[in-house]
């Protein structure tokens, strides 16, 4: 399987941005799905999941309210909207495919990672 994000760049604050995650060689209706993200000299931080059929979405604390997570199975690609982005959204954000969903959305089971794709928030 693979997975490739586009969509990042530079937004302002306030401002919105619409991230693509597109999968390839794997049945991506069968998988959840996740978004992290990594800031320079911060850990990766759980940034949003889905399930398999779109039906249950699950965002980290420092984005509910302000990001949305969706897919299109038949298109076999995830989508991050980020609306009222703030300077700390800044980070190189990363697709990822779970295998395995037990326990709570940032501990699932990722296996697959796209190469991740850069946001920058600054006026």
């Known amino acids: 399987a693979q997975l490739e994000e586009s969509g990042g760049g530079l937004a302002q604050p306030g401002g919105s941005l619409r991230l693509s995650c597109a999968a390839s060689g794997c049945f991506f209706g069968k998988y959840a799905m996740g978004w992290f993200r990594q800031a320079p000299g911060k850990e990766r931080e759980f940034v949003a999941a889905?399930?398999?059929?779109?039906?249950?979405?699950y965002y980290g604390y420092s984005v509910k309210g302000r990001f949305t997570v969706s897919r299109d199975n038949e298109r076999n690609t995830m989508y991050l909207q980020m609306d009222n982005l703030k300077p700390e959204d800044t980070a190189v954000y990363y697709c990822?495919?779970?295998?395995?969903?037990?326990?709570?959305?940032?501990?699932?089971?990722?296996?697959?990672w796209g190469q991740g794709t850069q946001v920058t928030v600054s006026s």
């Open positions: 889905i399930t398999y059929t779109g039906s249950s979405p």
């Open positions: 990822t495919k779970s295998q395995g969903e037990a326990g709570p959305p940032p501990t699932w089971d990722f296996d697959v």
